[in-house]
Nanobody, 122 residues
Framework: QVQLVESGGGLVQAGASLRLSCAAS????????MAWFRQAPGKEREFVAVITRSGDRQYYADSVKGRFTISRDNAKNTVYLQMNSLKPEDTAVYYC???????????????WGQGTQVTVSS
């Protein structure tokens, strides 16, 4: 079992930065790929970024590539999402997820956090 708790969301202006954190409990953190997804009102949940178990590879959605960075600290059981140059279209609830397979399909992830709201004003 893995429990995930996100933090770091908030209201910012376009162009600003935020760093989201996802703290995991459970002994299996290191054996899971970790991902961030987001869901805007009226839209489906969409993939943002994923990082491998060791942290040596990261993959991003085209919409955030070059602006967002995913990282993890396995000693702290925490995954991060550094978001720079935020745009109003980044507004959504952001979720972290843990799974045994690294891909962009939310159905591949077994564990989810409760989400943290990110709102970017223009």
């Amino acid at each position: 079992q893995v429990q995930l708790v996100e933090s770091g969301g908030g209201l910012v202006q376009a162009g600003a930065s935020l760093r989201l954190s996802c703290a995991a409990s459970g002994r299996t953190f290191n054996s899971n790929a970790m991902a961030w997804f987001r869901q805007a009102p009226g839209k489906e949940r969409e993939f943002v970024a994923v990082i491998t178990r060791s942290g040596d590879r990261q993959y991003y959605a085209d919409s955030v590539k070059g602006r967002f960075t995913i990282s993890r600290d396995n000693a702290k059981n925490t995954v991060y999402l550094q978001m720079n140059s935020l745009k109003p279209e980044d507004t959504a609830v952001y979720y972290c997820a843990a799974g045994s397979v690294r891909n962009s399909d939310p159905r591949s992830y077994n564990y989810w956090g409760q989400g943290t709201q990110v709102t970017v004003s223009s």
